[in-house]
């Protein structure tokens, strides 16, 4: 299984303290706005799945505002599991699993998992294919429970336009580094999970020209 370099400028996040934390500076800048914006969506109660975790930064923020949902962090890079458990383990929240391994877009990985009442996920369909971007979003949508909710932060084409300068650089940084990766288009994302068995139910308007997609299982 092959996972996708991501570009220099995709990805800073500094060396580990002494108890095995990374601290990626752009996850401590969104946090508490997306941490908010989740409040607004975010079942009660229930299980949720993080994908692509990262440093553990965002889950125990989310974890720490939303006490009644049992959270699960997940990532690809190994190396960043002692990252996620060192914040936990920090945070002394209870309601945080293990993290463990997964890549999400290979093919299958739904069928191994609990159904889920909520799947969040922060700044990779950027940083992976279109094809990949559709399996793991077909995957997500198999982990749902029935009325479960999916919410998609980063930043996205509107109509299949980049629109600030910022978006722009980004993007042509991306595709300079893999032409197979960039942005992909809002409008693009409601018609691919719509194929899953999803609609959409909300798009919020987030700092840096960020969106939230949220989208809810029939
Ligand atoms: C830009 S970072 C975002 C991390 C975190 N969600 C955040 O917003 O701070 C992208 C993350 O996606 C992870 N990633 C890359 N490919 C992945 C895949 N196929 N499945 C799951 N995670 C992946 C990377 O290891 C990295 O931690």
């Known amino acids: 299984m092959t996972i996708r ?12 303290d002494a108890s095995g934390k990374l601290h990626a500076p752009s996850a401590a800048r969104n946090a508490t706005d997306l941490c908010a914006a989740l409040q607004t969506i975010a079942p009660t109660t229930g299980n949720a799945l993080e994908i692509a ?7 125990v923020t989310f974890a720490a505002a939303m006490t009644g949902v049992q959270w699960q962090p997940s990532e690809v890079e190994a190396s960043r ?3 996620i458990t060192a914040y936990v383990s920090d ?14 877009t ?27 971007v559709e399996t793991l979003l077909d995957e997500a949508a198999k982990t749902l429970a029935p009325k479960g909710t999916l919410a998609l932060y980063g930043p996205f084409k509107r109509d299949g ?3 600030s300068e910022g978006d722009m650089n980004f993007d042509a940084s991306l595709r300079a580094h893999d ?16 194929k899953s068995d999803l609609v959409m139910t909300k798009t919020i308007a ?13």
């Open 206 to 218: 987030m700092p840096a020209n960020n969106l939230l997609m949220v989208f809810q299982k029939q």
């Open 53 to 59: 975790s990262g440093t553990g930064q965002h889950i």
């Open 106 to 132: 290979r093919s299958g990985w739904s069928k191994d998992q609990p159904a889920k009442n909520l799947i969040t996920l922060a700044n990779l369909l950027h940083l992976i294919s279109a094809l990949e």
């Open 179 to 194: 032409p197979e990766t960039g942005y992909k288009d809002d409008t693009w994302i409601i018609r691919t999970v719509q």
């Open 81 to 83: 599991l002692n990252s």
């Open 91 to 104: 945070s002394g929240l209870s309601n945080i699993s293990e993290p463990f391994l997964l890549n999400a």
């Open 5 to 16: 370099p991501p570009a220099p400028s995709a990805s800073i996040v500094n060396a580990t």
């Open 161 to 163: 336009v980049l629109t």
